[in-house]
Nanobody
Framework: QVQLVESGGGLVQAGGSLRLSCAVS????????MGWFRQAPGKAREYVGL????????DYADDVKGRFTISRDNANNTIYLQMNSLKPEDTAVYYC?????????????????WGQGTHVTVSS
């Protein structure tokens, strides 16, 4: 049974930082691409970034590029999202997800398994 458990969300002031973690179990973590998505209230889920298997290529959405950093610890089956220079518009529920073997990894349809999400609130 595949499980993803996110943690690290919370309330932070604009300009602050948070580090989200996503612990994965039930599969060979290093073989899978992993994505981060977020969903703000009343909005569709949107792509934040991804790390392909073994962490060789990392990609970011334009509006987080330069502020967010994805890293993964394959030995501990965990992926991280370091978020710096946070803005109020970053407020959302953040999700990690396991990528499918084929499909667009910049779309939620490209992912098989999802975590429960962790709330991030950035105050102005």
């Amino acid at each position: 049974q595949v499980q993803l458990v996110e943690s690290g969300g919370g309330l932070v002031q604009a300009g602050g930082s948070l580090r989200l973690s996503c612990a994965v179990s039930g599969l060979t973590f290093s073989l899978y691409a992993m994505g981060w998505f977020r969903q703000a209230p009343g909005k569709a889920r949107e792509y934040v970034g991804l790390s392909i298997s073994m962490g060789g290529v990392i990609d970011y959405a334009d509006d987080v590029k330069g502020r967010f950093t994805i890293s993964r610890d394959n030995a501990n089956n965990t992926i991280y999202l370091q978020m710096n220079s946070l803005k109020p518009e970053d407020t959302a529920v953040y999700y990690c997800a396991v990528g499918k073997a084929v499909g667009s990894l910049r779309s939620s349809s490209g992912y098989d398994y999802w975590g429960q999400g962790t709330h991030v609130t950035v105050s102005s």
